[in-house]
């Protein structure tokens, strides 16, 4: 599967984004999906995740409350909804997918396909 994300952009602190990740293939509904960022000179962090249905998902600490994580199956499509935004959550935003059937993981390691990264600056 092919991983396309965007919707990164600039924006105040307290405001909103909505990033998306469009996957190519027929088997998009087989996989589950995850958010990761990195900051430059950090590793990259777990941000959200999503079970292969929807049925489950799965956030970091840092964006519980703040984020959401959506999919829709029939646009192959995955979504992450920012609310709240901070400085500290600027970074390049990548989407992955995780090939497990029965969960879906929040390690890197965990994902065999990744998109390319879409940047999110978060202004104070």
């Known amino acids: 599967v092919q991983l396309q994300a965007s919707g990164g952009g600039l924006v105040q602190a307290g405001g909103s984004l909505r990033l998306f990740c469009a996957a190519s293939?027929?088997?998009?509904?087989?996989?589950?999906m995850g958010w990761f960022r990195q900051a430059p000179g950090k590793e990259r962090e777990f941000v959200a995740a999503?079970?292969?249905?929807?049925?489950?998902?799965y956030y970091g600490d840092s964006v519980k409350g703040r984020f959401t994580i959506s999919r829709d199956n029939a646009k192959n499509t995955v979504y992450l909804q920012m609310n709240s935004l901070k400085p500290e959550d600027t970074a390049v935003y990548y989407c992955?997918?995780?090939?497990?059937?029965?969960?879906?993981?929040?390690?890197?390691?965990?994902?065999?396909?990744w998109g390319q990264g879409t940047q999110v600056t978060v202004s104070s």
């Open positions: 999503i079970k292969w249905n929807g049925g489950s998902t």
């Open positions: 992955a997918a995780d090939s497990n059937p029965l969960a879906v993981g929040q390690r890197t390691q965990d994902f065999e396909y």
């Open positions: 293939g027929r088997t998009f509904s087989r996989y589950g």
